[in-house]
């Protein structure tokens, strides 16, 4: 995943600052925008979880904090729900001049609301999807609660909110109460996905069923059954980002994959900007070979010796395999787990020299069934005559020659 840290301005001439993260090969096939929860801000931890399952699923991901909020400029207690969503409507911009128009949007609590205002004045959205989100933009005054009182009378105050000082202004509170979800829902028209979690008591899983009924198909409701409302559990953010990604697919264009063509069996392509994460079409199958982050790789995939060890280890489970079926012995399964390195050949002379070290493989074999003493030795002795185990033992050559481009 890369990361790069972008500014762009919002309507009124604030700063805003953002993270764009990208896939793995830094070409996503779609980008999306994620808006926070009220007060949040960009980095908060189910924000970031959310965005790493997308980028995974090759899609690049905008987060950024609101005006007045994280590090972007302007005064919070200036703000309201509306510039939040003309802050979209700017982010979306941004994208467009600079890297390709949005087609996802991404809302979370009173973010939700916010997606689905936007998507109206942002066209090139093609689906979005809330979570947690409520039915109307004024249900957050229930979160105001030890203020309103003052608000009302004063015109402002200030309210502590997840142990923060907020000022929060009457301008506020009448900018919420003047937007109409539901209606602008009916309006929308375009692929919806609600998540939220029954157990959510910040903002009721009745707003999810409001959300939905205004909706109209196609739209997709999933539960987040034991989260909380800010998705503290990482395993509930994953998920939520990993549904949300397998959704969007049906919904927004996805380029057809740039074919990886060869007579050869295997092809791996890396470019001079990638570092080591490479792209490879093993067979009709497509993965991501790299290095771990300690030998200045970003660990997106398997390391070339690592690809090598686990052709062993498959090799191995398959002959075994082969050979019990046909002899109907009571292998149930058999686990290889093979690790590369090298060490010091046995007895060698100079120790020291580093050509005294030999690859070496080490393969330790699980067997689990009804077997006996002689049919578990024999297993040992096929694994030994599996096709890759031989090959490594044999006298091997790469011919090497250079194609034209």
Known sequence: MSLQKVTFHNQEGHSLVGRIELPANKRPHNFVIFAHCFTCNKNLTAVRNIGKALTSNGFGV?????????????????????????????????????????????????????????????????????????????????????????????????????????????QFL???????????????????????????????????????????????????????????????????????????????????????????????????????????????????????????????????YELVSAGLSACTVMTVQMYVRRKGWALENIEVHTSYGKLHATDCEDCESPNAKIDTFHRDIKLSGNLDESQIKRILEIADKCPVHRTLHSETQVLTKLVES
């Open 174 to 304: 009448e900018d919420l109460k003047s937007k109409s979800l539901p209606e602008t829902v009916k309006r929308l028209r375009k692929p919806l996905l609600i998540l939220h979690s029954p157990q959510d008591d910040t903002v009721g899983i009745k707003n999810a069923e409001q959300i939905y009924v205004a909706a109209h198909h196609p739209k997709s409701f999933v539960s987040l059954d034991g989260a909380d409302h800010l998705l503290t559990d990482k395993k509930d953010s994953i998920y939520a980002g990993s549904v949300i990604a397998g959704w969007a697919q049906r919904y927004v264009s996805i380029p057809k994959r740039t074919e990886l063509k060869s007579q050869h069996q295997v092809v791996a392509s890396l470019d001079n900007a990638d570092g080591f994460t490479t792209s490879m079409k093993v067979g009709n199958h497509y993965l991501v070979a790299d290095e771990p982050v300690e030998f200045g790789g970003n660990d997106y995939g398997p390391s070339p």
């Open 62 to 170: 905008l987060r950024f904090d609101f005006t007045g909020l994280g590090e972007s400029e302007g005064d919070f207690a200036d703000s309201n729900f509306s510039g939040n969503v003309e802050d979209l409507v700017a982010a979306a911009r941004f994208l467009e001049e600079n890297y390709s128009a949005p087609t996802l949007l991404i809302g979370h609590s009173l973010g939700g609301a916010a997606v689905i205002f936007a998507a109206e004045k942002i066209k090139s959205i093609q689906a979005l999807a809330t979570v947690g989100a409520p039915s109307d933009p004024s249900h957050v005054q229930h979160l105001l609660k030890s203020g309103l009182e003052e608000i009302e009378t004063t015109g402002k105050a200030t309210v502590n909110l997840s142990g923060r000082d907020f000022t929060i202004k009457k």
